[in-house]
């Protein structure tokens, strides 16, 4: 008799899909990973947001919160997170890179 592999699509009824949880590196709330913006530092393009959140290299969250960005660039979390000193390039290519909430009352 050959044994049949489970089909891993299928899930029962009563079990839930796993939604992977961070925090954020500055206010400490753990939110779903696709809630908060991941940034990554990488041996070649250095500090920078990766919007698909799989980029290789040391990676910190932060949610969309403008409180949170803001003390993200004032103080060093970032750079105690990521394990490396920002420069003052880095901190303007994250705020331009920084993705902007969809403001639904102009759309």
């Known amino acids: ?26 206010c400490r709330r753990t939110l779903d990973k696709r809630a908060l913006v991941r940034i990554v530092r990488t041996p070649e393009d250095g500090v920078i947001v990766d919007p698909t959140g799989k980029r290789a290299g040391r990676g910190a969250y932060l949610c969309h919160e403008d409180q949170c960005w803001e003390q993200a660039f004032k103080t060093h979390v970032l750079d105690r997170a990521l394990r490396a000193e920002l420069t003052d390039a880095d901190r303007a290519r994250l705020r ?11 759309t």
Not at 96 to 106: G, H, Y
Request: aromatic share 0%.
């Open 96 to 106: 331009e890179q920084r993705p902007r909430p969809v403001d639904s009352a102009n």
């Open 1 to 26: 008799m050959a044994r049949q592999e489970p089909n891993r699509k299928q899930r029962g009824p009563g079990r839930p899909r796993h939604i992977p949880q961070r925090t954020c590196v500055v």
